[in-house]
């Protein structure tokens, strides 16, 4: 059971219990303050049930004007001035007004909750799902406590997935071929590819992979756009020549990566691209992007398709 208590010293000390919080599964996620808490994780259409359970503290009675319950799905935007937008929004009543002398525990259930979007922490933007404990007091301010929730939802195997192919150069000076065997890669995947030389007439030093984030908030001229570089890998150091081909093996596990999110409920983006850098003798970099889609697979997909490589 995790309790809760109030900054302000809430007369109440609450405590929010999942029917299968023994069984379920928890993840650990960053708080705003660094620190790392573990959390049940949810996903879409499953049923949300268990209990709350409402003491007060100071062995007095308390006076209410009602007690309820509501399950939210939230999008914050840090720069908005922390504006929650709810996309999501379920209230049960537990109380009628009364007074509460005893501990006294309410049973709650949020059955087959559409949950269409996953849980994200971003650098300007969260998306969030929460279960909201509001017990309302006259004339003083109500007690709010709150319980978050993880969201993770899955994808089958894509029946469509084309390979990327591209030709880039400098008139007269480097022309490249390079392939990736996919366009869409779940979150354990590899990506497998080749670069191939067809004319180099300046002087590479180094070659690198890079995997990038890109977070758009707002539409439109209003949109603020925020690039990342989650990892850099590198293909070759020294000199290519031309009729060279550089394999590309890169395994996606170790990195902290999401589904990609697109136009979710009009707020946010989140893409994901393959930059490819080369890097001449000069320290002049010359750059490749390609968007490439992420997406979860279930892990039991993953096992029945443990080959889903492609191989050049």
């Known amino acids: 059971m995790n309790y809760i208590i109030g900054a302000f010293k809430s007369p109440y000390k609450i405590g929010f219990t999942f029917s299968d919080e023994k069984t379920r599964k928890k993840v650990s996620i960053k708080n705003e303050d660094g620190q790392t808490s573990k959390i049940p994780l949810f996903q879409s259409k499953e049923t949300i049930a268990g209990e709350v359970s409402i003491e007060p503290i100071y062995g007095k009675k308390v006076e209410h004007t009602g007690i309820k319950i509501e399950f939210l799905g939230q999008i914050e935007v840090y720069i908005d001035k922390n504006t929650f937008y709810d996309f999501t929004s379920l209230v049960r009543e537990l109380d009628v007004p009364g007074e509460l002398y005893d501990k006294k525990t309410y049973p709650f259930e949020f059955s087959t909750v559409e949950m269409p979007y996953e849980s994200y922490s971003g650098v300007n933007v969260k998306l969030r799902y929460i279960l909201k404990l509001t017990i309302s007091r006259p004339y003083i301010n109500n007690i709010v406590e709150l319980q978050e929730i993880w969201v993770r939802n899955y994808t089958e195997l894509p029946t469509i997935n084309n ?39 300046i002087k590479i030093k180094n070659m690198e992979l890079e995997i990038r984030r890109r977070e758009a908030i707002g539409s439109g001229s209003n949109t603020l756009v925020l690039t990342q570089t989650l990892a850099t890998f590198e293909l070759m150091d020294g000199a290519p020549v031309r009729g060279e081909s550089i394999p590309i093996r890169l395994f996606l596990s170790p990195y902290e990566l999401t589904p990609t999110h697109r136009n979710i409920n009009n707020k946010f983006n989140v893409k994901y691209y393959l930059n490819l850098v080369l890097v001449d003798e000069e320290d002049r970099r010359y750059f490749k992007q390609q968007e490439v889609t992420f997406y979860r697979l279930l892990e039991d997909s993953q096992e029945s398709n443990p080959t889903t490589e492609q191989t050049f």
């Open 163 to 201: 390979s990327i192919k591209m030709e880039v150069g400098i008139e007269d000076c480097l022309h490249i071929e390079f392939e990736y065997n996919k366009s869409k890669y779940h979150l354990q995947d590899v990506i497998i590819g080749k670069i191939y030389f067809l004319l180099v007439r």
